[in-house]
């Protein structure tokens, strides 16, 4: 079993930046797949960003692009995301989650184990 805690959280300015930490425990991380999505009132969860097993490949959505990092360090089973340039709309509650595959994973269903979530607000 894989539990997943996110953290960073928080209220900001449009313009600011938040870290967003992954922590895992239970089974490792190492071998799989790792992303972020969110989701907005109202709205569908929506991918923002992942990860490959090693970090040598990640992707994140057009949305956040430039703006994003998702970077992960296996030795601490946790995943970051940089959010930089926070604007009103990238407001929603965030979800890491570990996938299915050791390859960039892009879709929800190519994964497994998710987070509770952290509520990210951006006012401007």
């Known amino acids: 079993q894989v539990q997943l805690v996110e953290s960073g959280g928080g209220e900001v300015q449009a313009g600011g930046s938040l870290r967003l930490s992954c922590a895992a425990s239970?089974?490792?991380?190492?071998?799989?797949?790792m992303g972020w999505f969110r989701q907005a009132p109202g709205k569908e969860r929506e991918f923002v960003a992942a990860?490959?097993?090693?970090?040598?490949?990640?992707a994140e959505a057009d949305s956040v692009k430039g703006r994003f990092t998702i970077s992960r360090d296996n030795a601490k089973n946790t995943m970051y995301l940089q959010m930089n340039s926070l604007k009103p709309e990238d407001t929603a509650v965030y979800y890491c989650?570990?996938?299915?595959?050791?390859?960039?994973?892009?879709?929800?269903?190519?994964?497994?184990?998710w987070g509770q979530g952290t509520q990210v607000t951006v006012f401007s």
């Open positions: 239970g089974r490792t991380l190492n071998t799989y797949a």
């Open positions: 990860i490959s097993w090693r970090g040598a490949y990640t």
């Open positions: 989650a570990r996938g299915t595959v050791s390859y960039l994973a892009t879709t929800a269903a190519m994964y497994n184990y």
